[in-house]
């Protein structure tokens, strides 16, 4: 069975700064999970498995699973734009299903057809009770002409 790396039972949301032993292991368990994973999806890129693009996210496993942590999904929507495995992960998803998106394989999240950038699960999503509960986990790559770091040129 594949592993996910879901959300623990964290103190963590009701403002006590206390982390049991066992959620420690778990934060450090989802941390793997996300490693390990980016170094093969990081294999599977070089090997040509992987079409199109694959930021991978190695290095900032840490800042997904204490976001996650820390989250009230009932009412914290998570939007990301890309390097979104670790999230999709870290959200829950299983790792068989990301794994096949990302090769472009029909049991992925969006049918293999989104890859790297464009992962999507209604599985992971917030049940808040209104009509328009947010997305808990969700990619959505921003264009690049919108997030241009030239500065504007001043007009005369």
Known sequence: MARTAAKPKSSATTGDNSVTADELRKYYRDMLLIRRFEERAGQLYGMGLIGGFC??????????????????????????SYRDHGH????????RGVMAELTGRSGGYSKGKGGSMHMFSRSATSTAATASSAPRCRSAPVSPSRTSTTAPTPSR
Not at 57 to 80: L, N
Not at 88 to 95: P, W
């Open 55 to 80: 930021h991978l996210y190695i290095g900032q496993e840490a800042v997904v699973v204490g976001m996650q942590a820390t989250i009230d999904s009932s009412r914290d929507a998570v939007v990301t």
């Open 88 to 95: 999709m992960l870290a959200c829950g998803m299983e790792s």
